[in-house]
Structure formats: structure tokens, C-alpha cells
């Protein structure tokens, strides 16, 4: 799975702490996911989309090969 986030987060002026502490998880989590080394829970997935005010598929892309 490929996520937006870096892009969002440029996009909103937020940085890895800045996004960690609005998603209330850890900044390394944030760091984990835009390495795609870490899957979000679906929770955790639609707090960020939150964030950024866009649907979960818009954040987060799921390929037709996973």
C-alpha cells in the first residue's frame, strides 16, 4: 500500500512530529508508513485522512497487485 502522506503534509506545512501528535501516534509510525514498512490500522488510516480532510483512498492507495 502507498500513502500521500509526505505530499499532504507538504502540502499542509506539518512535519512528521506535527502530524504524530494530530493522529496521536508515534512520529516514528508516521516515518514507518511513508517508507511503506508499516501498514496503518484502519483507525489509525481514517484519523489521518481526518487530518487532511480527504477520503482514506485519496491518502492511502491500494494497488491492484496487493
Same mark, same amino acid.
Given at each position: 500500500? $502507498? #500513502?500521500?502522506? $509526505?505530499?499532504?503534509?507538504?502540502?499542509?506545512?506539518?512535519?512528521?512530529?506535527?502530524?504524530? $501528535?494530530?493522529? $496521536?501516534? #508515534? !512520529?516514528?509510525?508516521? #516515518?514507518?508508513?511513508?517508507?511503506? =514498512?508499516?501498514?496503518? #490500522?484502519?483507525?489509525?488510516?481514517?484519523?489521518?485522512? !481526518?487530518?487532511?480532510? =480527504?477520503?482514506?483512498?485519496?491518502?492511502?492507495?491500494?494497488? =491492484?497487485?496487493?
Amino acid at each position: 500500500m $502507498k #500513502s500521500r502522506l $509526505k505530499e499532504l503534509r507538504a502540502r499542509d506545512g506539518l512535519n512528521q512530529t506535527e502530524l504524530a $501528535k494530530l493522529a $496521536k501516534i #508515534s !512520529r516514528q509510525t508516521i #516515518s514507518l508508513i511513508e517508507r511503506e =514498512e508499516y501498514m496503518p #490500522s484502519i483507525l489509525i488510516a481514517v484519523r489521518i485522512a !481526518r487530518i487532511f480532510n =480527504e477520503p482514506v483512498e485519496n491518502v492511502f492507495l491500494i494497488g =491492484e497487485e496487493e
